[in-house]
């Protein structure tokens, strides 16, 4: 079992930045592939990032493609993710989330084993 505590979510204003955090406890945190999803009211869940065990390797959705940064810790058992030039369109929970199968990133959702709680992000225009 690994349980994810995801915090930084907030209000910013358009253009502005947040940081999100996601703290792990449980089983060993760098056996997990890590990532990142949101979920705006009346859509689905969708992308956002994802890393490798070592950090070496991340995606990203389309969407938040140079605007969004995924990072870990293995030291410190977290996962980042540093939101720059936030958009309204930014609006939604996001989730982190664990997979261990074993592959270098996923993308879909269905894929992860745990699931955080959620942070609200709301960007305001």
């Known amino acids: 079992q690994v349980q994810l505590v995801e915090s930084g979510g907030g209000l910013v204003q358009a253009g502005g930045s947040l940081r999100l955090s996601c703290a792990a406890s449980?089983?060993?945190?760098?056996?997990?592939?890590m990532g990142w999803f949101r979920q705006a009211p009346g859509k689905e869940r969708e992308f956002v990032a994802a890393i490798s065990r070592s950090g070496s390797s991340t995606d990203y959705g389309d969407s938040v493609k140079g605007r969004f940064t995924i990072s870990r810790d293995n030291a410190k058992n977290t996962v980042y993710l540093q939101m720059n030039s936030l958009k309204p369109e930014d609006t939604a929970v996001y989730y982190c989330?664990?997979?261990?199968?074993?592959?270098?990133?996923?993308?879909?959702?269905?894929?992860?084993?745990?699931w955080g709680q959620g942070t609200q992000v709301t960007v305001s225009s």
């Open positions: 989330a664990a997979a261990a199968l074993p592959r270098q990133i996923i993308v879909r959702a269905n894929d992860y084993n745990y």
């Open positions: 449980g089983r060993t945190f760098s056996g997990y592939l």
